[in-house]
T-cell receptor, first 114, second 112 residues
Framework: ETGVTQTPRHLVMGMTNKKSLKCEQH?????MYWYKQSAKKPLELMFV???????ENNSVPSRFSPECPNSSHLFLHLHTLQPEDSALYLC?????????????FGPGTRLLVL | GQNIDQPTEMTATEGAIVQINCTYQ??????LFWYQQHAGEAPTFLSY????GLEEKGRFSSFLSRSKGYSYLLLKELQMKDSASYLC?????????????FGSGTRLQVQP
């Protein structure tokens, strides 16, 4: 599925750096998601945006700050991260249909915090 | 909340059939999804079940029993390219909740 793109694909940053992850969906969907995938752990939901409004926030530390300027774009701003934040960050999008509502994932950004 | 269990690893032979089980305990239920994830790639959608029974899609089938909190993914005529992780995910029944809760995934290794 190439309808959801993410940049950068790989990122190495120090604990004092500030960086942003970008996600763009070309599917005409009205909801976007950030998930974190750590080694040997389930995908963990971080944030959900529906119609550009944050509707779910899964107790994520404030060093992660999402932004959804429009229905096609989603950002995750990172600052003063910790080494345990190293993981694969996946973006997904979906269209509300009243049932089903399959989520389509981007390729992810593999983040390493030194 | 949700709790989802699936085996960590499975091995099967090319051409064979393999069944990957998933059990869940939830405070509400509004559908179960199966995704395939190759190493270093995005999860890709395989199937969706919300009613009891079997959904067939080519070589892949998915079964759901809501009363037992149980699902399985059945892969037939296994191919080497089916080596991947298979993720079971459940949607909460809470109105307006759209996010999925994922299991840890089952890593399937297909051998010649």
């Amino acid at each position: 599925e190439t309808g959801v793109t993410q940049t950068p694909r790989h990122l190495v940053m120090g604990m004092t750096n500030k960086k942003s992850l970008k996600c763009e969906q070309h599917l005409g969907h009205n909801a976007m998601y950030w998930y974190k995938q750590s080694a040997k752990k389930p995908l963990e939901l971080m944030f959900v945006y529906s119609l550009e409004e944050r509707v779910e926030n899964n107790s994520v530390p404030s060093r992660f700050s999402p932004e959804c300027p429009n229905s096609s774009h989603l950002f995750l701003h990172l600052h003063t991260l910790q080494p345990e934040d190293s993981a694969l960050y996946l973006c997904a999008s979906s269209q509300s249909t009243g049932g089903g509502e399959t989520q389509y994932f981007g390729p992810g950004t593999r983040l390493l915090v030194l | 909340g949700q709790n989802i269990d699936q085996p960590t690893e499975m091995t099967a032979t090319e051409g064979a059939i393999v069944q990957i089980n998933c059990t869940y305990q939830t405070s509400g239920f509004n559908g179960l999804f199966w995704y395939q994830q190759h190493a270093g790639e995005a999860p890709t959608f395989l199937s969706y079940n919300v009613l009891d029974g079997l959904e067939e899609k080519g070589r892949f089938s998915s079964f759901l029993s809501r009363s037992k909190g149980y699902s399985y993914l059945l892969l037939k005529e296994l191919q080497m390219k089916d080596s991947a992780s298979y993720l079971c995910a459940v949607r909460d029944a809470h109105p307006g909740r759209r996010a999925l809760t994922f299991g840890s995934g089952t890593r399937l290794q297909v051998q010649p």
